[in-house]
Each structure stands twice: as structure tokens, then as C-alpha cells.
């Protein structure tokens, strides 16, 4: 997927296609955490978007049973659908941001599906349904596709005429053969060090500012924005916060369980429990804390811990505003590999981040995409295995400078991070001037 954007907050400009990996780079106020935003808002309406197709279904209705020729639906129609959906993200980008309708308005965009590829996928896909009404689940309809199949099959059972439901219900079911993008996105916003130990105390006040609001008679723009003052990511991190005790209960997928484990023992050193929708931490020895008298790293990195347990799956997507919050050098080198990891368990990730350990390990890790004398010893010796490797074609890199968004070179030794590199010279350089300035006055 390709996302090309004009006039998005601070940026002039810019495009991103979603790889695996995708990485955003820059300094502080440079718009990164807009396109985050963007793409949470895109990856939402790509799956709950529907469209509508003018179907006669009247065939259907009459004799029970119709066909639809789904080549000649989808090139009819879905260029237009991908530009729709283009159009209620613009339209409504100010509803995730939680800002005036006006911020965006000089907002240009336009959203890529690989069509091909998608017309590759809806070939390929194999569909049986049944449409259902009622606690009896009464049968209304069966929709069945064969693999490779060039049309979908309409079996209708009803003598009544339902057939503004049967539209509704094939309008959805087509809009997601031809988008097939139905995945879910979560995100671990940067406020989520705060969110994860006050989230009780931020809902009790809403409850209770709820309350009071019933008995307002005329409610002022002050009052309503004391509902709900959070862009739509935060909120949506903080509604799972809130259903903690329902969610522990799912049970998630073992590869993705086991880096959540591999996240437990080698950065936070124990481990999360939930117990009546509140916190804990366990340590080594099994001493449960409540989370806020637990560190800053064990506070941090339990949204990512508990999403790899419970909720994401395979194809997910997971978008992080700094994995490096408030992790140690050496953290943040291992949670670098543990997100190689987890895109290579299948697994979409998308960063923004400030931290050159995190881009230099990400480097150590494509270079292991390649043959050379003495890999495995060199693989063995830093305790790399196939799973760490980040191969080439799975990432990719943007820097954000200056009102635009480019994407950074991936050359033999990774990403060529000059935004980092140039920070370091300068400070190196200061060092070095210091240093024998300093020594020359000890000389004399």
C-alpha cells in the first residue's frame, strides 16, 4: 500500500509505501507522529469502509438464485472504491486528530492498493457464507465463490422480500473482497507511560463528569470537550486499558507469545498480571507491585507485551510512537531485534523513533541478509538466529526534514541514517576540540 499526502500538519509533502518494517526518522516537530496518524486513519477505513455497487439483485428475489460476475465488477469498480475511500479519510482525518475540521483542509491524498495484486487475492479467495437473521439465525442467504471461481453464487431462501437487507449485507461482503484489507491496527501512542498507570482515575472522572453532564440543560463547546479531549489513537489504547480483565482472557498466538515472554525476561526481568482491571508487575522472585511503583521501562513496555499476548495476530498491523521510551541503550537494542522478530512472525510494524541504537541493530540485521565467510560463527557469537535476520525487501526507511517526508537509502550496511550520523560527528567533533584544547592547557 502507497500513501501520498500534501499538506499534512507541518509536512509540505510526502509518500509512504507500507512495507513489513517501515521506519520514520527525524527530529522532534517534524510530523511524524502525523503520518501515524494517517495511517491509523487509512488502515481504519480500509476496513470499515462500504461501498455501493448499483446491484440489480431482483433475479435473486424472484427466482431464488442469481449469479455475479466478479472480474468485470471489480475493474468496473475498483479504481473508484480506492478513491471513495480516500475521500472519508480526508474527510474525516480531523475526527483521529480530535482538532477543527479546518486543519485539514488543504489536504491532498491519495491512497495505492496494488490493483493486480488484488485482483490476484480475489481469484484466489474461496468463499462460503451465510447470511443469518434473528436469535433462530433464520437463513436468508448463501454466498459461495470456488478458488479461482469467476463468479460468486447467490442462493436466497425467504418467499418475503428482504432485499434492502441482502444489498446492505452484499455491498459489505463485496467492498471487503475487492479492498481485502480487513486487518486490525493498534498503536502505542507516546502518552501510553501515563495512560497505563492513571487510566482507572481518567475514567472514573469521565464517569463522573458524565453524570453530571446529564443534567446540564444546555451543554457548551467547553462542556463537550471534557468528554473526550484525545486524538482517536489514544482513545482506542485507552478503551483496551479499560477492558483489561476481558481481554486476558483471549488467548493469543504461540510465536507472538513467545517474544512477548522473550520482551519479559530480557528487558523487564518479570512479568504482568491483571487482576480486577488493574496492573501488576511480578518480579523475578515474585513480588507483585502495582505498576506505578514499578519502573519506567516495566510502566512502558506493557502495552506491546499484552497486545503480543491477547490481541495481534498475523498480517496485524502494530504502530509504535518511540519503542525506545525510556529504555536503556542496551534495551533498546534488544527490543530493535524483538520487533525483527515480530515482523518475521508475520506481524506489520511501523516505528517512529529518535534512537540510533535501534536503527544500527536494524543495520546489523539486514547485513545478516547476505552470504559471507563466517556468518554463523559471527551469528552464534551475538546469539543471532535465522528469526533475527531483516531481509531488504521487508523494510523501509523515511526521514523527515524540512516540510517533507523521503524515503532513506538501504545500502550494503542498512539504513544510511545521516540524521543520526550527523548528530554524532557534531557532538564528536565538540568532544575532540574540548578534549585537546583541554590537554594543550595542561601541557603548558
Known amino acids: ?138 437463513k436468508i442467504l448463501t454466498v459461495k465463490k470456488m478458488k479461482h471461481g469467476k463468479h460468486l453464487l447467490l442462493v436466497y431462501y425467504l418467499k418475503e422480500d428482504l432485499g434492502e437487507f441482502v444489498l446492505d449485507y452484499l455491498n459489505n461482503l463485496l467492498t471487503r473482497l475487492l479492498i481485502n484489507e480487513n486487518k486490525e491496527k493498534y498503536m502505542l501512542p507516546t502518552e501510553r507511560n501515563g495512560l497505563n498507570i492513571f487510566y482507572n482515575e481518567i475514567l472514573k472522572e469521565r464517569f463522573s463528569f458524565v453524570e453530571e453532564f446529564k443534567n446540564i440543560s444546555f451543554p457548551t463547546t467547553n462542556n463537550l470537550k471534557k468528554i473526550s479531549s484525545y486524538p482517536k489513537p489514544v482513545k482506542d489504547y485507552l478503551y483496551i486499558l479499560t477492558k483489561l480483565d476481558t481481554y486476558d482472557k483471549i488467548d493469543g498466538n504461540t510465536p507472538l507469545i513467545d517474544i512477548a515472554e522473550e520482551m519479559e525476561k530480557e528487558i523487564i526481568k518479570g512479568r504482568y498480571k491483571i487482576n480486577n482491571n488493574r496492573i501488576f508487575y511480578q518480579t523475578e522472585n515474585e513480588k507483585e507491585l502495582d505498576l506505578y511503583m514499578a519502573s519506567s521501562t516495566v510502566k512502558t513496555i506493557f ?11 498475523e498480517k496485524d498491523y502494530l504502530i509504535i510512537d518511540e519503542p525506545e521510551l525510556n529504555l536503556h541503550p542496551e534495551n533498546q537494542v534488544k527490543i530493535a531485534r524483538l520487533l525483527v522478530r515480530l515482523v518475521n512472525s508475520g506481524v506489520k510494524v511501523i516505528i517512529s523513533t529518535h534512537s540510533d541504537y535501534i536503527t544500527k541493530e536494524f543495520n546489523n540485521l539486514l547485513m545478516l541478509d547476505n552470504e559471507f565467510k563466517n556468518k554463523t560463527e559471527i551469528m552464534e557469537r551475538y546469539g543471532y538466529s535465522e528469526k533475527d535476520i531483516l531481509r531488504k525487501n521487508s523494510i523501509g526507511a523515511y526521514l523527515f526534514k524540512d516540510g517533507t517526508m523521503s524515503e532513506m537509502e538501504i545500502g550494503e550496511e542498512g539504513i544510511i541514517t545521516k540524521t543520526f550520523d550527523e548528530v554524532i560527528e557534531s557532538i564528536n567533533e565538540r568532544n575532540d576540540d574540548i578534549y585537546y584544547s583541554l590537554k594543550e592547557s595542561g601541557d603548558e
Request: net charge neutral.
Open 1 to 138: 500500500m502507497k500513501i501520498k499526502f500534501k499538506n499534512l500538519g507541518p509536512l509540505k509533502s510526502g509518500e509512504v509505501i507500507i512495507r513489513d518494517m517501515t521506519v520514520f526518522c527525524g527530529k522532534n516537530n517534524t510530523g511524524k507522529t502525523y503520518v501515524n496518524y494517517l495511517i491509523y486513519s487509512v488502515l481504519e477505513t480500509l476496513k470499515n469502509y462500504k461501498a455501493e455497487f448499483n446491484l440489480d439483485i431482483t433475479q435473486l428475489l424472484r427466482d431464488g438464485v442469481q449469479e455475479i460476475e466478479l472480474v468485470s465488477l471489480f475493474d468496473n469498480n475498483f479504481d473508484r472504491v480506492v478513491k471513495e475511500i480516500a475521500n472519508e479519510v480526508k474527510e474525516n482525518l480531523h475526527k483521529i486528530f480530535n482538532s477543527k475540521k479546518e486543519f485539514f483542509k488543504d489536504l491532498e491524498l491519495e491512497i495505492e492498493l496494488y490493483k493486480e495484486q488484488k485482483k490476484f487475492e480475489l481469484n484466489s479467495t474461496e468463499i462460503k457464507e451465510t447470511f443469518t437473521r434473528g436469535q433462530d439465525e433464520v
Open 303 to 313: 502495552g506491546i507485551i499484552f497486545y503480543l499476548r491477547h490481541l495481534i495476530k
